[in-house]
């Protein structure tokens, strides 16, 4: 069973940094793509930043040059700098994983993590 387990989020002030984790596990074989998305309160979830096996990246035009993703081995950060108020809500691990060299794999969401940015 794949398990995602997301750590990081935390309660801050404007122009504050965080860095968000997660980890997955449950006998992957290759993890194909990760990816964070985040869901304000009273809205849908949207992606925020995307990265492949490659290590090819993605990101929403909002978190642009404030937001980093990286990866090491199965585990997804996201470095978040200069928060500001709209980047308050839950965010959510999302990971394309293979169980063998040609399939079958399956997408998974992890728990979530609250990052509140709150003056």
């Known amino acids: 069973q794949v398990q995602l387990v997301e750590s990081g989020g935390d309660s801050v002030q404007p122009g504050a940094s965080l860095n968000l984790s997660c980890a997955a596990s449950?006998?992957?074989?290759?993890?194909?793509?990760m990816a964070w998305y985040r869901q304000p309160p009273g809205k849908q979830r949207d992606l925020v930043a995307s990265?492949?096996?490659?290590?090819n990246t993605n990101y929403v035009d909002s978190v642009k040059g404030r937001f980093a993703i990286s990866k090491d081995k199965n585990t997804v950060y996201l470095q978040m700098n200069d928060l500001n108020h709209e980047d308050t809500a839950v965010y959510y691990c999302?990971?394309?994983?293979?169980?063998?060299?040609?399939?079958?794999?399956?997408?998974?969401w992890g728990q979530g993590t609250q990052v509140i940015v709150s003056s």
């Open positions: 449950g006998g992957i074989f290759r993890i194909n793509a």
């Open positions: 999302h990971a394309d994983v293979s169980f063998g060299d040609y399939g079958p794999g399956g997408t998974y």
């Open positions: 990265i492949t096996s490659s290590g």
